[in-house]
């Protein structure tokens, strides 16, 4: 699951923040496999979508994490949760999606599925 300022995200849900205040992001993970998954890092990238197939990922000028961007997880345990919080500073207005990503150490130890199945995220940042 992800939660953006606090709203569950799926696919059919826009967030509206304010731009200038800081919204939290809440990455939950559950591992439903037999075995312990991790370690890996997990890293949100956010971008933005001209609708003409051309992705825009220059935005440090406009998104900046408070924290880092990037959440290293030693392990997952079977049927356990994992959760990662960040938070987003949006310095202009426009929308705004988030790619995640896993990055894994080893090629033996698979993720599951699921989490490469992650809701896109859309996010609005309005004047304050």
């Given at each position: 699951d992800i939660l953006v300022d606090g709203?569950?995200?799926?696919?059919?849900?826009?967030?509206?923040?304010?731009?200038?205040d800081p919204i939290p992001l809440e990455v939950k993970l559950t591992n439903w496999s037999k075995h312990?998954?991790?370690?890996?890092?997990?890293?949100?990238?956010?971008?933005?979508?001209y609708q003409n197939g051309v992705h825009n990922?220059?935005?440090?000028?406009?998104?900046?994490?408070?924290?880092?961007?990037?959440?290293y997880i030693d392990s997952v345990k079977p049927t356990k949760?994992?959760?990662y919080f960040g938070a987003l500073l949006f310095?202009?207005?426009?929308?705004?999606?988030?790619?995640?990503?896993?990055?894994?150490?080893?090629?033996?130890?698979?993720?599951?599925?699921s989490w490469f199945c992650l809701p896109s995220v859309h996010i609005r940042a309005m004047e304050p």
């Open positions: 709203k569950l995200c799926d696919c059919d849900i826009v967030v509206d923040c304010k731009v200038g312990s998954v991790g370690p890996f890092a997990l890293t949100v990238t956010p971008y933005q979508d990922y220059e935005l440090q000028d406009a998104i900046t994490f408070v924290g880092s961007n990037t959440f949760d994992s959760v310095l202009y207005t426009g929308d705004f999606y988030l790619n995640i990503k896993f990055h894994e150490d080893n090629c033996s130890r698979e993720l599951p599925l």
